[in-house]
C-alpha cells in the first residue's frame, strides 16, 4: 500500500476544518427546517461490520425531531469448495438493509454541541446468496427475509457553522432474532 500522500492530505483537511469552526452558534433550536446527513462506522453484535448510512430529520419544536434513517451493511462473505476431492467451488455472501424512522429528543444548550437521544421502529432486511459451480451444473440460491426491529440511539450533533457540522451516534436494534449495535460518524447538512 502506498501512504505517501497522506500528510498533505491530512494538512488540507485540518485546514479546512480550521476555516469552518468559524465562530457560529448551533442553530439547534431551528424548525422548518431539514437535517441531511450521510455517516459511516460499523455494527457490532453480528461479527463487526462495516456500515454506511443516511438519514433525513424535520425539527418540529426545539427539542422534538422526527427522522428517517437507512443504512447498508455488508455482512459476510466467503469462498468455499465442495464435493469430492473438493472440485466445486461456492461463494456465500450476505448483506443487511435497515430503514427505519422514529423521533430523536434535542437538549439545546448554548454551544455548539446538541446531544440526543431517540427512539425508533423499522425494518431490517437481512439478504444471503449462495453461488455453487462444479460437477457441470451451477446454482444460486437467495434467501431474505425482513424483520421488524425497534431501536433506541444516543448521539450529538456539532455545529462546525450555522448549517454545516460532524454527527455521531451509538444505536441499539432489538429485532425477534437480533441484537445488535451500530456506531456512525458523519457529516451533516442543516437546509434551507
Partial sequence: MHYAAR???????????LILSLPAHAQQADTGVGIAAVSGGGIFGLGAHGSAGASLGAPVSKYLVPFIDFSYSPLTSYAFTYGVNLTGKGLYTSS???????????????SDWVPYIGLG????????????SGFSTTATVNRSNN????????????????????????????AQHNRFGRALAGVFYQFP
Avoid at 448549517?163 to 432489538?174: D, I
Fill in 147 to 174: 424483520d421488524p426491529a425497534g431501536n433506541v440511539s444516543a448521539g450529538a450533533l456539532y455545529y462546525v457553522t450555522k448549517r454545516v457540522g460532524f454527527g455521531m451516534e451509538l444505536k441499539g436494534y432489538m
Fill in 7 to 17: 500528510g498533505p492530505v491530512l494538512i488540507s483537511v485540518a485546514a479546512g476544518l
Fill in 121 to 132: 421502529a423499522g425494518l431490517l432486511r437481512l439478504s444471503s446468496s449462495t453461488y455453487t
Fill in 96 to 110: 443487511m438493509l435497515d430503514v427505519n424512522g422514529g423521533l430523536k429528543i434535542r437538549f439545546p444548550n448554548k
